[in-house]
């Protein structure tokens, strides 16, 4: 589990240990997308490296040209000049084309990088289970594929180009200070210390402001897309002055932060300025008394200054480097964060295949808890014989849900087993798993694309003959018969085309088109009308007659497909039966089938 964690809003202070474990966290990942690259990463620092010196090699070419080149053209010699001429272009041509090979190479390898991050994201979040994502709003999983990954993308494309520019050439400018001018060279390494001190202020107080920078876009989204996604709500309950006031604030606090990361940068920045000013002044100060003196020439003191200014000349680019490095880098926590998270349901370590399920499913001594203090479903036996078709009856909260989502394998018990054909659902294949066990939710879930393709969600490579007939079978074939395209119909976005009810019933096809050995229904009969709900019943009498069907459904009328009742109460079994004899009994059952039959009165 990562140090974030799935609950609650990510913070924006940690401790000292807490802040070692991210920083290596980060580093792993970042290690891991690089060591691929290893290769391209040699040959761009190798052109980094050849173009720097190249252009370091400049102001003594103009120094070599001043000192040697004057008084050799005044004896009517050329080729000191001619030299110094010649070299200095030559100098910034290999430099100019070295740069541009390490620009090119340098975007290949931040590409590479991001579709590999990209990709690892996508498949990871896949991967986890539905405790995660339970957790884990859509809002905040966005981010991190936006925002984040674009504040990672402007850092390798243009930031760490800077970076590695920057710190190479002002090697080679330091270096050949010291070897023309020692004395300026020092002048320099004074300099160094305001510098280090003034960019330890703006590292240490910036680091904070971009990791609220991070978190406070993170909100922002999550604001954005839960409106979004829930817009229904929102104006069926005139949400939207409550939203305005939410989002401003949210806003607010954005551009505040990013206010304050410009605060830092005023005076980060003049205060490079000033410190590199004064230092190439002093270099010229003093070099002017030495020239006078005599010892020194007027082309070295040319090239000291030079150095010391170009020196400085890249500051203000590894600035803005800072900036994007520390946004990048707060991004990067985030996803490695994400990446580090564990699938509460993981794939057996060697997994057992079960081709053909018969569908008897089995709980031995099975407990269910989220929480140590949260026990949902207390221990308990539960034996469903293949091809028997069971409902499960009880108030909200009861646990029924939380069962079916075992025997889907959502969650593992917490104690005990759940067994399919006498095979432990975690040693289970997950292939074989997923093939014997299908759950239809209440949400129907379309995604878009045509109508064909959503019903053969389970089983892409189904001829369209058989699509049709699980169609025909639960009813649905007749309203796909009218829609526009007819099978061909694209739903649209989370199949907005459609009417809740006709969403549901693609999502029965879908279920029987892949023919499990056990099929959970939890309440999806919800959204169907009664004459719908009748069709799906007669459907579902034919199609459950040879699988395991455990039904979750308030509407009482959908238990009388049932073979079997289960009366469940604060997670426990409480009647277990027969429709007709719990009907004719006096226990809960009885109380609300009576109460439904009153109902309908």
Same mark, same amino acid.
């Given at each position: 589990m990562?140090?974030?964690?799935?609950?609650?809003?990510?913070?924006?202070?940690?401790t000292k240990?807490?802040?070692? +474990?991210?920083?290596?966290?980060?580093?792993?990942l970042?290690?891991?997308l690089?060591?691929?690259?290893?290769?391209?990463?040699?040959?761009?620092?190798?052109?980094?490296?050849?173009?720097?010196a190249?252009? #370091?090699?400049?102001p *003594?070419?103009?120094?070599y040209?001043?000192?040697?080149?004057?008084?050799?053209?005044?004896?009517q010699?050329w080729?000191?000049?001619?030299? /110094?001429?010649? #070299?200095y272009?030559?100098s910034?041509?290999?430099?100019?084309?070295?740069?541009?090979?390490?620009?090119?190479?340098?975007?290949r390898?931040?590409?590479a990088?991001?579709?590999?991050l990209r990709?690892?994201?996508?498949?990871?979040?896949?991967k986890?289970?539905?405790?995660?994502?339970?957790?884990y709003t859509?809002?905040?999983i966005?981010?991190?594929?936006?925002?984040?990954l674009?504040?990672?993308?402007?850092?390798?494309?243009e930031?760490?180009t800077?970076l590695?520019?920057?710190?190479?050439?002002?090697?080679?400018?330091?270096?050949? =200070? &010291?070897?023309?001018?020692?004395p300026?060279? !020092?002048?320099? !390494? %004074?300099?160094?210390?305001?510098?280090?001190?003034?960019t330890?202020?703006?590292?240490?107080?910036?680091?904070?402001?971009f990791?609220?920078?991070?978190? /406070?876009?993170?909100?922002? &989204?999550?604001?954005?897309v839960?409106t979004?996604?829930?817009?229904?709500a929102?104006?069926?309950f005139?949400?939207?002055?409550?939203?305005?006031?939410?989002?401003g604030?949210?806003?607010?606090?954005?551009?505040?932060?990013?206010?304050g %990361?410009?605060?830092?940068f005023?005076?980060?920045?003049?205060?490079? *300025?000033?410190?590199?000013?004064? $230092?190439?002044?002093?270099?010229? =100060?003093?070099?002017?008394?030495?020239?006078?003196d005599?010892? =020194?020439?007027?082309?070295?003191?040319?090239?000291a200054?030079?150095?010391?200014?170009?020196?400085?000349?890249?500051?203000?680019?590894?600035?803005?480097?800072y900036?994007?490095?520390?946004s990048?880098?707060?991004?990067?926590?985030?996803?490695?964060?994400?990446?580090?998270e564990?699938?509460?349901?993981?794939d057996?370590v060697?997994?057992?295949?079960?081709?053909?399920?018969?569908?008897h499913?089995?709980?031995?001594?099975v407990?269910?808890?989220?929480?140590?203090?949260?026990?949902?479903l207390?221990?308990?036996d539960?034996?469903?014989p293949?091809?028997?078709?069971? $409902?499960?009856?009880g108030?909200?909260? #009861?646990?029924?849900?939380?069962?079916a989502?075992l025997? #889907?394998?959502?969650?593992d018990?917490?104690?005990?087993?759940?067994?399919?054909?006498?095979?432990d659902?975690?040693?289970l294949h997950?292939?074989?798993?997923?093939r014997?066990?299908?759950?239809v939710? +209440?949400?129907?879930?379309?995604?878009?694309?045509?109508? /064909?393709?959503?019903?053969?969600?389970?089983?892409?490579?189904a001829?369209f003959?058989?699509?049709?007939?699980?169609?025909?079978?639960?009813?649905?074939?007749?309203?796909i018969?009218? =829609?526009?395209?007819?099978y061909?119909?694209?739903?649209n976005k989370?199949?907005?085309?459609?009417?809740?009810?006709?969403r549901?019933?693609?999502?029965?096809?879908?279920?029987?088109?892949a023919?499990?050995?056990?099929?959970?229904?939890d309440?999806?009969?919800?959204?169907?009308?009664?004459?719908?709900?009748?069709?799906?019943q007669?459907g579902?009498?034919?199609?459950?007659?040879?699988?395991?069907?455990?039904?979750?459904?308030?509407?009482?009328?959908?238990?009388?497909i049932?073979?079997?009742?289960? %009366?469940?109460e604060h997670?426990?079994?409480?009647e277990?039966g027969?429709?007709d004899d719990?009907i004719g009994?006096?226990?809960r059952f009885a109380a609300?089938?009576a109460?439904?039959?009153d109902s309908l009165?």
């Amino acid at each position: 589990m990562s140090v974030y964690g799935v609950q609650g809003e990510e913070r924006t202070r940690y401790t000292k240990a807490e802040s070692k +474990q991210i920083r290596t966290r980060s580093l792993r990942l970042l290690g891991s997308l690089l060591r691929p690259l290893k290769a391209r990463l040699w040959l761009t620092a190798l052109a980094v490296v050849v173009s720097s010196a190249a252009q #370091a090699a400049g102001p *003594a070419l103009i120094a070599y040209g001043i000192d040697s080149g004057i008084p050799a053209l005044l004896a009517q010699d050329w080729f000191p000049v001619a030299f /110094a001429g010649l #070299a200095y272009l030559l100098s910034g041509l290999a430099g100019a084309f070295l740069i541009s090979i390490y620009i090119r190479s340098s975007a290949r390898i931040s590409q590479a990088v991001l579709i590999d991050l990209r990709t690892r994201v996508f498949l990871h979040t896949q991967k986890l289970s539905l405790e995660f994502h339970e957790s884990y709003t859509s809002g905040r999983i966005i981010s991190r594929q936006t925002s984040d990954l674009d504040a990672i993308r402007e850092l390798l494309d243009e930031g760490l180009t800077l970076l590695v520019r920057g710190v190479t050439y002002m090697v080679f400018m330091a270096g050949a =200070l &010291i070897i023309f001018d020692p004395p300026s060279a !020092l002048v320099l !390494l %004074v300099a160094l210390v305001p510098l280090g001190i003034l960019t330890r202020w703006f590292q240490v107080r910036s680091q904070a402001l971009f990791r609220r920078s991070r978190v /406070a876009s993170a909100k922002l &989204i999550v604001q954005f897309v839960e409106t979004m996604t829930g817009i229904r709500a929102v104006q069926a309950f005139r949400k939207e002055r409550r939203n305005e006031r939410v989002f401003g604030d949210l806003v607010e606090d954005y551009r505040d932060v990013n206010a304050g %990361v410009l605060r830092l940068f005023a005076v980060f920045n003049p205060g490079l *300025a000033l410190i590199g000013n004064t $230092a190439v002044a002093v270099v010229l =100060l003093l070099g002017a008394f030495r020239v006078v003196d005599g010892a =020194l020439g007027v082309g070295v003191l040319l090239a000291a200054v030079m150095y010391t200014k170009r020196f400085f000349d890249p500051m203000e680019d590894m600035a803005m480097f800072y900036n994007g490095y520390q946004s990048a880098s707060s991004a990067l926590e985030k996803i490695s964060g994400v990446l580090e998270e564990e699938p509460s349901v993981p794939d057996p370590v060697q997994p057992v295949d079960l081709w053909t399920a018969d569908g008897h499913v089995r709980f031995d001594g099975v407990e269910f808890a989220y929480t140590a203090d949260r026990v949902i479903l207390p221990r308990f036996d539960l034996d469903l014989p293949a091809g028997q078709t069971v $409902a499960l009856v009880g108030s909200t909260g #009861a646990g029924k849900s939380t069962l079916a989502k075992l025997i #889907a394998r959502f969650y593992d018990p917490s104690d005990g087993a759940v067994t399919l054909d006498g095979v432990d659902l975690r040693d289970l294949h997950p292939k074989d798993l997923r093939r014997a066990i299908v759950m239809v939710t +209440q949400e129907a879930y379309l995604f878009s694309g045509t109508v /064909a393709d959503n019903i053969a969600l389970g089983r892409p490579d189904a001829p369209f003959d058989e699509i049709v007939r699980a169609a025909k079978a639960v009813g649905a074939h007749e309203f796909i018969e009218s =829609l526009p395209n007819g099978y061909d119909t694209d739903v649209n976005k989370r199949g907005g085309r459609v009417s809740a009810g006709q969403r549901q019933l693609i999502s029965f096809a879908r279920a029987f088109l892949a023919n499990p050995a056990v099929l959970i229904l939890d309440e999806a009969t919800s959204s169907l009308d009664i004459p719908s709900e009748r069709l799906v019943q007669e459907g579902l009498t034919k199609l459950l007659a040879d699988r395991t069907a455990v039904i979750i459904a308030h509407r009482l009328s959908t238990v009388s497909i049932a073979d079997r009742v289960l %009366v469940m109460e604060h997670g426990r079994i409480v009647e277990d039966g027969t429709p007709d004899d719990l009907i004719g009994g006096t226990g809960r059952f009885a109380a609300l089938h009576a109460a439904w039959r009153d109902s309908l009165v």
